[in-house]
């Protein structure tokens, strides 16, 4: 008690203090030196002397208390100037923040008083500028001067957190003094003035489970792993305080709400909810067809929770099989192979669950990672169809059977205790042809028409074996019959065989080479032989050589032949295959006579005569080529002479000495013969024709205004450049100009010479006296022209 009444008597001695601030003297030199005449006391002497006067206002810095509640309006302080002799002709004007607003002097006496309530956190200090004129001639006695007004801080605000709420989590069985977040709170009061922005923490909702730190606010796990189980307790809510004045009593507080959540960790293994599972399955069930489903429970989540189970014993180990639904994560029994219960009614299977994930064993103790399970299967019996004995059969049969032939059997019967008779047919879906047959006792298969391996060396066809006291109990069975092969097909050519020879040839000369195809498909290959056939007119012709690799060459035997006494020859040959029993045909090849060159190549044969066999030869290629040259040299000729006849020359005539190329044919008189071309256009500008009309087009009065007249500068002050431009523009500008790019003549020299023009047709005192020993000046190349012309000078004077 006595230590708050300490607080309070310094608190309010303090704010007296700064008040009363105003007594202090700020003393502002002002520069204004004023003379007064005072007699030295000490001295008598009455002597004049010079003094400094110095004038301040009385004031610094004044302090105001934030979130006054009084009544009337709360008084800052006053402020006086060392010029007041209290006689009223004074007159103090404030100037600054909120001036006249918020802050009001009394101009009388500086009186300072705030007019409203003002708040520190929305401003902390306020800087004002006063100074003094004279009531009655406003003029300004003193320089403003500036001071500020400070607001003294209370505690007025409480602490705010930055969140409202906090959503954090922690996993589950952390260590004790794990860190789960931090909170951060802020006060809107001066930091820096004593303790109304020091906060403390503490927590008031969340016990025993959760701390906080006082001084940073970070909130830590107060329980061990073994408390902190989110399968026991998943979500929290905490309550964290905020407390100013270091946590003080009489500070302001704040609170806000952390909800801590417990996150999941794999420390539970699966669990099956019964140790024995029975099923019981129809014996006609396929493979991969589900049994039943088993379910085992782990109070973990997402993929702490994942789990998979197989079979690990039993008498259906080899029958059955399990497999995990990933969403249900329950384990599917399976058939893994078909079932009859005629041999087995029941089966037994051991089937294992455990976590896909790795488990944390710490919490276990001695409990086992895994967990079994006993599913008992029974075995239900089912009416069944025809069981075949084995499920697809394969027969041989030779191509050249006789109707009625057997080609095997099949065999089917009832599985079921009642061992009914079965009755067998063929589905003739699979046997279009109606190829075989079948006997509806025995299963017998046989021939029923003839059959060819070269149209189909299979036949697949289905047998259906029923029961005759129940016909709607069918089964199938694929039987496979394979033809064998038989040598019942000639050899014949590969292809159409065509060749020719030459008129000129030699004897033993091969002209052509033949090869043979048989149908039949013997077990150790093709084996042809070629001779040419005995009746034969043609064996004094040709001959044929067998090669021994299933090919054979056809070779003359004699040493010409003649196109106009026999084109063509058909040429037996006899093709045998080695098989038995041995079959043979005979196969004509088409031989035609031509002209031939010395290298053999066919020049010429009958209108019959193949093309494809002979080309054309050398030298009718090379005569086509030069043809071809020859008209295509015509007609380029033939163009250029068409293109020649219809050029025209630009110029027509000799007279047409307009602004462009102008032909000169003769050599002229000189620079004395002036008839050849005008030569004042050369050195006169102002001597060109004002228009001229162009001959190169047909002129027009009524399309083609006149040419604009141009006005040529004076000889005196016109140069090159400016002259070339002109006549461009002119050439620009003329309407009469040709479509196409024409030669302008820009024949003028310019002035600003010294030497003007060189030439005699242009000198006006070629005939007088010239000197030149000016052209000394120029340098040496020119020294020797003025030695030469003053020369010729000397002479003709002397």
Not at 84 to 90: A, C, N, P, S
Not at 317 to 334: A, C, H, P, R, Y
Not at 487 to 511: H, L, M, R, W
Not at 655 to 680: H, K, L, M, P, W
Request: with cysteine; glycine share 8%.
């Amino acid at each position: 008690m006595r230590t708050c009444l300490l607080v309070m008597l310094w608190a309010s001695l303090s704010l007296y203090v700064d008040n009363m601030s105003i007594t202090r003297r700020f003393v502002v030199e002002m520069g204004e030196m004023e003379e007064e005449k005072e007699e030295d006391r000490d001295g008598g002497k009455g002597e004049k002397l010079l003094k400094r006067f110095k004038r301040g206002w009385m004031w610094n810095q004044f302090f105001l208390q934030e979130e006054y509640t009084g009544s009337d309006k709360q008084y800052i302080g006053k402020l006086q100037s060392d010029m007041d002799r209290g006689d009223g002709t004074l007159k103090y004007i404030l100037s600054g923040d909120g001036a006249g607003d918020i802050f009001t002097i009394d101009e009388n006496n500086g009186d300072l008083h705030a007019n409203k309530r003002l708040d520190r956190e929305d401003k902390a200090f306020y800087t004002l500028r006063a100074t003094v004129v004279n009531k009655n001639t406003g003029i300004k006695l003193e320089p403003e001067t500036e001071f500020i007004v400070k607001l003294h801080d209370i505690n007025d605000n409480e602490p705010i957190f930055t969140k409202e709420l906090y959503t954090v989590s922690v996993p589950e069985r952390s260590n004790m003094g794990t860190s789960v977040t931090q909170v951060t709170a802020t006060d809107a009061d001066d930091s820096m003035y004593g303790n109304s922005a020091k906060l403390r923490y503490s927590i008031s909702q969340g016990h025993p489970y959760f701390s906080v730190e006082p001084d940073t606010g970070i909130i830590r796990t107060a329980l061990g792993p073994g408390e902190m189980d989110r399968e026991k307790r998943e979500h929290y809510q905490v309550v964290i305080e905020a407390k100013d004045m270091a946590g003080q009593r009489g500070g302001l507080t704040g609170t806000t709400t952390v909800n801590i959540t417990l996150t999941d960790v794999n420390d539970n293994p699966p669990r099956f909810s019964q140790s024995i599972y029975q099923f019981s399955v129809p014996e006609s069930m396929k493979a991969g067809t589900p049994v039943g489903r088993i379910k085992a429970v782990d109070k973990d989540l997402g993929k702490n929770a994942e789990m998979f189970y197989n079979v690990v014993g039993g008498d259906g180990l080899d029958m059955f099989d399990v497999i995990t639904d990933k969403d249900s994560q329950e384990g599917i029994i399976i058939v893994g192979k078909p079932l009859d219960y005629e041999k087995t009614r029941s089966y037994t299977l051991e089937i294992q669950v455990q976590n896909t994930q790795t488990l944390d064993t710490r919490f276990l103790g001695y409990l086992p990672t895994k967990d079994m399970a006993t599913v008992r299967i029974g075995i239900e019996d089912v009416d069944e169809p025809p069981l075949f004995e084995r499920a697809s059969y394969m027969m041989e049969v030779k191509e050249d059977a006789a109707v009625g032939t057997a080609v095997g059997s099949v065999r089917a019967m009832d599985p079921d205790g009642y061992n009914s008779p079965v009755r067998y047919s063929i589905d003739r879906r699979t046997d279009l042809d109606r190829l075989f047959n079948v006997h509806s006792g025995n299963g017998s298969v046989f021939i029923t028409r003839p059959l060819d391996r070269e149209e189909a060396a299979w036949h697949n066809i289905s047998v259906i074996a029923t029961e005759f006291n129940k016909p709607l109990q069918t089964s199938r069975g694929p039987v496979y019959i394979r033809l064998l092969d038989v040598n019942d097909n000639a050899p014949t050519f590969a292809s159409f065989y065509e060749t020719f020879v030459c008129e000129k040839t030699k004897a033993g000369q091969k002209i052509q080479t033949v090869s043979a195809v048989d149908a039949d498909d013997p077990a150790g290959g093709h084996k042809f032989f070629f001779s040419l056939a005995t009746e034969g007119a043609y064996r004094g012709n040709f001959t044929v050589r067998d090669n021994g690799d299933n090919t054979a060459g056809v070779l003359t035997r004699r040493s010409s032949y003649s196109r106009l006494h026999k084109s063509v020859y058909l040429v037996p040959v006899v093709i045998t295959d080695g098989d038995f029993p041995m079959q043979s045909s005979t196969g004509t090849l088409t031989v035609r006579v031509c002209t031939c060159d010395r290298e053999g190549n066919m020049e010429l044969c009958n209108a019959e005569a193949q093309t494809s066999s002979a080309g054309l030869s050398t030298g009718a290629l090379v005569a086509i080529l030069l043809c071809v040259i020859i008209l295509l040299m015509i007609i380029v000729l033939f163009a250029a002479l068409k293109k020649q006849k219809k050029k025209e020359p630009l110029i027509i005539s000799k007279e047409d000495v307009r602004d462009n190329v102008v032909s000169y044919n003769d050599e002229g008189g000189g620079e004395e013969d002036t008839q050849a071309f005008d030569i004042g256009a050369l050195r006169n500008p102002e001597a060109i024709e004002e228009s001229k009309q162009r001959r190169d087009i047909i002129p027009s009065d009524t399309l083609y205004p006149p040419l604009r007249q141009t006005v040529i500068p004076s000889r005196d002050n016109a140069d090159v450049r400016d002259f070339i431009n002109q006549r461009v523009q002119d050439n620009d500008n003329n309407p009469t100009a040709p479509p196409y790019d024409s030669l302008a003549t820009y024949a003028y020299e310019g002035t600003g010479s010294v030497a003007e023009s060189l030439s005699s047709l242009g000198s006006a005192s070629s005939e007088g006296d010239q000197d030149y020993n000016y052209l000394s000046d120029w340098g040496p190349r020119f020294r020797k022209l003025a030695d030469m012309y003053g020369a010729e000078d000397s002479d003709c004077d002397s």
